[in-house]
């Protein structure tokens, strides 16, 4: 996610933004090209509660498709040894992807408020400190922010051990139980688009180029998201001092 611009490269460092990752970069991550949904703004016809929206701190109401998220042709791997079921983890890759389309959604309208209220992390501004920072960023250059997600191939649901619980407290994240192996592949982008219709890419993943990713978490169910994938931490299995850190949990 892992997977940065200016101020952000530093808080990049060993974590990353779930499905982003600047070729220029090898310790970031990068996505796919996917359609942007429509928002709807704040009207007595939206979907859910416009003031519920508000609470997670929004300033529109995301598209309902987004909780019909799926995992679609995404393989999902149970690599716990039977501690959890296969159906279980199917339930928690989808909660994951839906999560995630939340995310991206937010990223590309610039809903920083979101993705610090939302309640998709318990520590937002580690995991989502590089979509933050970029929002922010366009925010301040008056431009629109345009992000494209990796291809997400598979999803590997893996135990985490205790032993490690140091060494995700010491980045600022939560220990958690378990975390999903992203196998995933470029292309992405990060782009400006200013008030005349100029584009500058600001980021790049080439197409085929892998950018591997641990997110640790938990299922959670939301009145208004549906079930989502709480993630509580983000790491990005490229850069070197993370694979050390994280052994086979970084593998493909």
Same mark, same amino acid.
């Given at each position: ?11 990049? @460092?060993? =974590? +990353? &933004? ?7 970069? $090898? ?5 796919? #090209? ?12 939206? #979907?859910?509660?416009?003031? %519920? ?17 799926? @995992? ?37 309208? $610039? $809903?920083?408020?979101?993705? /610090?209220?939302?309640?998709? =992390?318990?520590? #937002? +501004?580690? *995991?989502?400190?590089?979509?933050? /920072?970029?929002?922010?960023? /366009? ?39 378990? &975390? ?22 600001? %980021?790049?993943? $080439? ?23 709480? *993630? ?9 001092? *993370?694979?050390? +850190? ?7």
């Amino acid at each position: 996610m892992r997977r940065r611009l200016l101020a952000g490269i530093v808080l990049a @460092l060993l =974590s +990353t &933004a779930c499905g982003i990752l600047p070729q220029a970069d $090898q310790q970031e991550q990068g996505g796919r #090209p996917t359609a942007k949904p429509s928002a709807t703004p704040f009207a007595e016809d939206s #979907p859910g509660d416009p003031a %519920a929206w508000r609470r997670k701190g929004a300033t529109e109401v995301p598209p309902s498709s987004l909780r019909a998220t799926d @995992l679609g042709t995404i393989q999902v791997v149970n690599d716990t040894a039977g501690a959890v079921s296969d159906a279980d983890a199917r339930r928690w890759a989808a909660a994951y992807v839906r999560a995630n389309a939340y995310e991206f959604w937010a990223w590309n309208h $610039q $809903q920083d408020g979101f993705l /610090a209220g939302a309640g998709l =992390s318990h520590v #937002p +501004t580690q *995991v989502f400190g590089y979509d933050i /920072a970029t929002i922010q960023e /366009a925010r301040k250059a008056g431009v629109q922010l345009t992000v494209t997600r990796l291809q997400l191939r598979r999803l590997v649901l893996r135990p985490v051990p205790d032993a490690l619980r140091s060494r995700f407290t010491t980045q600022l994240f939560l220990w958690t139980r378990y &975390a999903f192996f992203l196998d995933q592949i470029g292309p992405s982008d990060l782009t400006w688009t200013d008030r005349q219709g100029a584009k500058t890419v600001k %980021a790049h993943r $080439q197409a085929g180029v892998g950018a591997p990713e641990l997110v640790g978490g938990q299922i959670a169910t939301d009145e208004l998201m549906g079930e989502v994938w709480v *993630v509580d931490s983000d790491w990005d299995c490229t850069a070197p001092n *993370v694979r050390a +850190t994280l052994g086979a949990l970084c593998s493909a």
